[in-house]
């Protein structure tokens, strides 16, 4: 079946980047478009961004161009989103999914 | 971007009772091919999202059938026949029609 693994928390500070990962398993990776998704506490979701595996392609919400990079490494299976130049604003729980299929999510904790 | 209000906010339910929450789009969400991109998600706590309906009507693999979907262009609904305890969480439309995909703000259902 569809699993989608995620890193786990982090804890950065302000300024910094961080670089999460989601390995995903139980189907072609490169056929299907991986989404990134944002959750502020207590909050509803924002949907950052997808790329597809296969060539790289990525479509991103104009919210988000220029905070995340998209990446993926077809030889494990793992796309990867990097959040860049880190703020308060960007402490989050983050998913990737294949939807409708979610990671189990990763906490990013902006403090210094 | 396609602005999705969700209402009620909140919802407070006995076990049985049946429920309904209204998502309302602020553009239409029929594409020129005739499809409808709208899902219903729940989030149970310290979970990730789940599917429980696509395309406006059609249920998720393994959702109960006392969930159900409706609606066409701006308006949908998703109606709960029999509330159960397991049903509790945060309740999310979503559309993929129109890029960036978007959410609509939640509905809490709380059990009485």
């Known amino acids: 079946q569809v699993k989608l693994l995620q890193s786990g928390a982090a804890l950065v500070k302000p300024g910094a980047s961080v670089k999460m990962s989601c390995k995903a398993s139980?189907?072609?990776?490169?056929?299907?478009?991986v989404s990134w998704v944002k959750q502020s506490h207590g909050k509803s979701l924002e949907w950052i961004g997808e790329i597809y595996p296969n060539s790289g392609a990525t479509n991103f919400n104009e919210k988000f161009k220029g905070k995340a990079t998209l990446t993926v490494d077809k030889s494990t299976s793992t796309a990867y989103m990097e959040l860049s130049r880190l703020t308060s604003e960007d402490s989050a729980i983050y998913y990737c999914?294949?939807?409708?299929?979610w990671g189990q999510g990763v906490m990013v904790t902006v403090s210094s | 971007d396609v602005v999705l209000t969700q209402t009620p906010s909140t919802l407070s339910a006995t076990i049985g009772q049946s429920v309904s929450i209204s998502c309302r789009s602020s553009?239409?969400?029929?594409?020129?091919?005739?499809?409808?991109?709208l899902y219903w998600y729940l989030q149970r706590p310290g979970q990730s999202p789940q599917l429980l309906i696509y395309l406006v009507s059609n249920l998720g693999s393994g959702v109960p059938n006392r969930f159900s979907g409706s609606g066409s262009g701006t308006d949908f609904t998703l109606k709960i026949s029999g509330v159960e305890a397991e049903d509790l969480g945060v309740y999310y439309c979503?559309?993929?029609?129109?890029?960036?995909?978007?959410f609509g703000s939640g509905t809490k259902l709380e059990i009485k």
């Open positions: 999914t294949l939807f409708p299929y």
């Open positions: 979503m559309q993929a029609t129109h890029a960036p995909f978007t």
């Open positions: 553009q239409s969400l029929l594409d020129s091919a005739g499809n409808t991109y």
């Open positions: 139980g189907y072609t990776f490169t056929d299907y478009w």
